[in-house]
């Protein structure tokens, strides 16, 4: 099992910045990637963005050039820095880490980003 602590999440107007982080506990061996995802309000949850153990990154086309994700490999944590926030940012963001085998879910973390 592998668990995922996320913080960084809150409110901010359009135009500002957020970092949100997810640090990994337990079983983290054979990762293949971490990575952000979103749910926004009656909206189905999508990739934001996505960092593999290579180094390799991807990005949603509606965040390329805004965010950027980046991981620490000694503190298995992985950042979504976010700038230039729209409202349309707006949404629920869940950790997410990829293993051979297996997926894992963080808890979620709310950003809300008002106009």
């Known amino acids: 099992q592998v668990q995922l602590v996320e913080s960084g999440g809150g409110l901010v107007q359009a135009g500002g910045a957020l970092r949100l982080s997810c640090t990994a506990s337990g079983n983290i061996s054979s990762i293949v990637a971490m990575g952000w995802h979103r749910q926004a309000p009656g909206k189905q949850r999508e990739l934001a963005a996505r960092?593999?153990?290579?180094?390799?990154?991807k990005y949603a086309d509606s965040v390329k050039g805004r965010f950027t994700i980046s991981s620490d490999s000694a503190e298995n944590t992985v950042y979504l820095q976010m700038n230039s926030l729209k409202p349309e940012d707006t949404a629920v963001y869940y950790c997410n880490v990829l293993k051979l085998s297996a997926s894992y879910w963080g808890q979620g973390t709310q950003v809300i980003v008002s106009s």
């Open positions: 960092i593999f153990s290579d180094g390799r990154t």
